[in-house]
């Protein structure tokens, strides 16, 4: 089975292949499609980012495709970022920058019960017909009050999944994604290109 995925971030590519190494699926990025579209993510959820996503490189590839869109909703801020995590701090902004304006938006938040949390992921799996599937996976937990470990990416350097002491930066790449919110939207796709493939 052959599926592209509809991103360019380096860093998701990776873990979307670590965790489904050693599967019959061969993964392929719109790099290898010249001319693919920069989809513009202008969805109010989730899950209408990931079916653009995925419908529109789907339809554009001829294959099927795969998006995913995710980010971290703070209760203390009201659900922000939201599905504005990746440009939290401004268009071109870095994983520090979107970090830090988090840190500084949660200042005099004191209480660990009012610094909860939750990552969330939806993944949309597409057909060049523009059917779609959607798979959502979520993770409770707390923000730190300062980063710590260098492992990840995002906002994990001050995530702490409910129950750990140690923030998502600082656990090893498996044991992240046995807990995290793509982990877990990812083991619910897999069930259902299990079914595909059998």
């Given amino acids: 089975m052959n599926i592209v995925l509809a991103t360019r971030n380096r860093k998701k590519v990776e873990e979307l292949m670590r965790m489904f190494a050693g599967y019959s699926i061969v993964f392929q990025t719109v790099d290898a499609f010249p001319g693919c579209p920069e989809v513009i993510e202008d969805g109010r959820s989730f899950r209408q980012n990931a079916v653009k996503k995925a419908v529109a490189i789907a339809r554009y590839t001829g294959c099927l495709a795969l998006a995913d869109d995710s980010g971290l909703e703070v209760d203390a801020l009201d659900g922000a970022p939201g599905v504005y995590s990746a440009r939290y701090a401004g268009k071109d902004a870095s994983d520090g920058d979107n970090v830090k304006k988090l840190l500084k938006d949660m200042m005099g938040i004191d209480d660990p019960v009012s610094r909860t949390a939750r990552f969330v992921c939806c993944i949309a799996l597409a057909l060049p017909d523009g059917r779609s599937k959607t798979f959502t996976g979520h993770v ?32 090893e790449d498996t044991e992240k994604d046995d807990m995290s919110h793509r982990g877990r939207a990812m083991k619910k796709l897999y069930a259902y290109l299990k079914e595909m493939l059998d």
Avoid at 140 to 165: A, L, M, S
């Fill in 140 to 171: 409770k937990g707390t923000i730190g009050k300062r980063p710590k470990g260098h492992n990840g990416f995002g906002y994990d350097p001050v995530f702490y999944p409910q129950g750990h002491e140690r923030t998502f930066a600082e656990m």
